[in-house]
């Protein structure tokens, strides 16, 4: 039923799905690029039109006796993001427990402009052994849906050249809050300030 009203949606929008499935029960989809609050309802019909059920991760507070059923009824995954939790491995943990996890992370963190990715969904994916599958929106196109995959090396700058590659020329619905494609990791370090 959720794939049937989701094409309808993307029909009556004028939009269109390529996806590319990952052939495997456990990945990491990146939601790119995250400019505005429209791109999840079209970031949901593509997924749910490739027969993907997305998953996210929320702070455990959300999950209580009044919202919980409903937040994990909608995909949400409880995660303690105090700062003696460590949320990768967290995740990590969670992929070894479930027969199928297909986590979508929206890698910005926001619908500004920011300079760097939160680098949690690469580490997520890396200590999972699972693929990285490059979810995307274009405004500019019409287009949504899943392209290719990668499994992370371990080796932030190369995994992220191909990521930088594939998004190249996607608009998102504000592109000026589209920021560069790279990690923190990938910044030079900052020389200490002179006194």
Excluded: C
Excluded at 152 to 181: C, L, S, W
């Amino acid at each position: 039923m959720k794939k049937g009203l989701a094409r309808l949606w993307l029909k009556l929008t004028g939009w269109r799905v390529e996806a590319v499935r990952p052939d495997t029960e456990h990945f990491v989809m990146l939601a790119a690029p995250h400019t505005t609050n429209w791109d999840l309802p079209f970031m949901l019909a593509a997924a749910w039109s490739a027969d993907i059920s997305p998953a996210w991760i929320g702070k455990h507070t959300l999950f209580g006796p009044w919202t919980g059923w409903l937040f994990r009824g909608l995909g949400g995954i409880p995660v303690d993001r105090s700062s003696r939790n460590d949320v990768v491995q967290q995740v990590v943990d969670i992929f070894g427990q479930r027969d199928a996890l297909h986590l979508t992370i929206a890698a910005e963190g926001t619908r500004r402009r920011t300079e760097t990715w939160k680098s949690g969904f690469y580490w997520m994916a890396h200590g999972a052994g699972v693929p990285i599958a490059f979810g995307f929106l274009d405004y500019e196109r019409k287009v949504a849906g899943i392209g290719p995959s990668i499994v992370p090396t371990g080796d932030p700058k190369v995994d992220m050249d191909k990521i930088r590659a594939f998004y190249e020329g996607i608009v998102g619905r504000h592109p000026e809050n589209f920021g560069p494609i790279r990690l923190r990791e990938e910044l030079p370090p900052q020389e200490p300030e002179r006194s």
